[in-house]
């Protein structure tokens, strides 16, 4: 047995605790007014420090056994978004189809992309397998590869914001041919196809509920304690 496992060196801790009331304003401001940006993207490029910052804050996401199973694909080239815009026009035709008529009127006004707008593409994979067959945590929950990744994205969408970095999540996708445009191999996840540019305002609330599609639940709703039903 390895050293390390029979007699541990002493972990290692810092100084923690709550932050001063202006950095705690700080995150909550991010975390209340990130949106999923989609239109008025500046045409300029995103810095290459600020991008890697954004790509550094991904990385320090949590992680489930440490697995760290994301990468992250940035499209910049024109053609590989034409050919990725079009992947979408046709799932996005497809997705149409599958509401009520009354609803798809309504469908067709949103903004569910910016593909060609944003100077930058961030396709964001999982690898399931980066931890070996048997990945510490992940025994009876086979999902956590993705759900860290998930973490991944949340933290560069944050961090974006407070760059100023506008970030949109395209959903609307179809992963095969994804996958076959931008090269990832099978084995892979793609979990995220993001737009990102700079941006000089946002959209005061979520668009989806300016447009009435649906709108925030309450809070109370959502919360129980000890026992499913049981409310908080």
Known sequence: MPASFDRPAALQYAPSGPFSAEEKAAVYRAIQTRRDVRR????DAIPEPVLWRML?????APSVGLMQPWNFLIVTALAQKARIRAIFERA???????????????????????????????????????????????????????????????????????EGVGVGWVSILDEGALKEVLGIPSQLRVVAYLCAGLVEQTMTSPELEQRGWRQRLPLEQLVYRDRWGETA
């Not at 550094?56 to 320090?60: I, L, P, T």
């Not at 999982?126 to 067959?133: E, N």
């Not at 025994?139 to 560069?156: E, G, K, R, W, Y």
Request: with cysteine; aromatic share 6%.
């Open 92 to 162: 996005n035709a497809e997705a149409m189809a599958m509401f009520p008529p009354e609803r798809r009127g309504a469908y067709a006004a949103l903004k569910l992309e910016g593909i060609l707008q944003a100077p930058v593409g961030i396709c964001v994979t999982c690898d399931p397998g980066r931890a070996g067959p048997v990945a510490l945590g992940a025994t009876h929950m086979p999902d956590m590869a993705v759900f860290s990744t998930v973490c991944a994205i949340q933290n560069l969408w944050l961090a974006g914001r407070a």
């Open 40 to 43: 008025d993207f500046l045409p």
């Open 56 to 60: 550094e804050a991904a990385h320090h």
